[in-house]
């Protein structure tokens, strides 16, 4: 057990863009485009997975989250109701919940791991940390920063905020940071 949870198996953040750019692949999705992830964990993941369910939940059945991925079985994303609103209405927070979500249940449907909180000792096998790290390549895909001029052109393409542009822009054109990058 790391830091009160059961792990998940370790990835780094090159293992992480590697299931992002291949499950973009499998979805036949242009490289670097951007992706209408409501459609995709509403529509399109139906129809890919037998045993994949999307769920709104009233917020008061999910007291204090956006958001909630099952993998233990059945797979299922459930979003609360003002995130679901919002997400139809384009907010980014609710995007980015929707695309972690999504992180989830493509990097940990194998796995079993139990409720998670965030652990110091090793990201690599923090199920949150994965999944963050998923939503951000997913949202702002390598092939398509890497044509981009500047993060304000990342921001602009993908529709996030200038800190998280800033963030994949640095880390796609290989400026050293301290440590693994990000």
């Not at 990835?11 to 750019?21: C, R």
């Not at 044509?147 to 054109?173: N, P, W």
Request: hydrophobic share 40%; with cysteine; charged share 25%.
């Amino acid at each position: 057990m790391v830091g009160g949870f059961r792990a998940v198996n370790p990835m780094t953040s090159k293992d992480i863009e590697h299931v992002v750019a291949s499950f973009r692949q499998y979805l036949g999705i242009a490289k670097g485009k951007p992706i209408n992830t409501l459609n995709l964990i509403e529509r399109v993941l139906p129809d890919l997975l037998s045993d994949y369910t999307f769920c709104v939940l009233p917020d008061e059945d999910m007291p204090g989250m956006d958001g909630l991925t099952a993998t233990g079985g059945d797979l299922t994303i459930y979003l609360s109701e003002t995130t679901y609103v919002a997400l139809c209405s384009g907010s980014l927070n609710a995007i980015i919940t929707a695309a972690h979500e999504l992180g989830h249940l493509i990097l940990h449907s194998q796995q079993s791991p139990a409720f998670a909180r965030r652990t110091h000792d090793d990201e690599r096998v923090d199920p949150e940390w994965q999944a963050d790290r998923f939503a951000e390549m997913w949202l702002m895909p390598r092939d398509g920063v890497e044509r981009c001029r500047s993060a304000r052109h990342v921001a602009a393409k993908y529709g996030v905020t200038d800190e998280m542009a800033e963030k994949r822009f640095l880390e796609v054109k290989h400026i050293e940071i301290q440590g693994e990058l990000f």
